[in-house]
C-alpha cells in the first residue's frame, strides 16, 4: 500500500501543477489518495482531503454525477493515462 500511495501522491502533485485542483483528472487522482490514507490508517488526512474533493466534485460535475457519486461512497477512480474533458 505505501507503494500505492506514493505513485498517487506523486500523480495528484503532477495534476494540480499541469490540470488544476479542479480538473476532473485531478479530482481522481485526490480521491485515490484520499483512499490510500484511509488503507493507510491516516483517517484525519483521508477524511480531510475526501471531504475537500468530494465538494469539488459537487461544484465541477453536480451532484448527480456519477463520479460524484462514486467518490462520495469512497470507490476507487479509474486513473488511466487519458486525460477527462471537462
Not at 500511495?5 to 500523480?11: A, K
Not at 490514507?37 to 477524511?47: K, M
Request: with cysteine.
Amino acid at each position: 500500500m505505501p507503494a500505492a500511495f506514493d505513485l498517487d501522491d506523486g500523480q495528484l502533485g503532477l495534476y494540480r501543477a499541469t490540470m488544476g485542483a479542479d480538473h476532473p483528472s485531478t479530482l481522481a487522482a485526490a480521491l485515490n489518495l484520499a483512499i490510500d490514507l484511509r488503507a493507510l490508517g491516516r483517517e484525519p488526512e483521508a477524511e480531510a482531503l475526501h471531504q475537500e474533493t468530494v465538494e469539488r466534485y459537487k461544484r465541477v460535475l453536480g451532484v448527480n454525477h456519477l463520479a460524484t457519486k462514486e467518490a462520495a461512497d469512497w470507490k476507487r477512480a479509474n486513473c488511466d493515462m487519458d486525460v477527462m474533458p471537462l
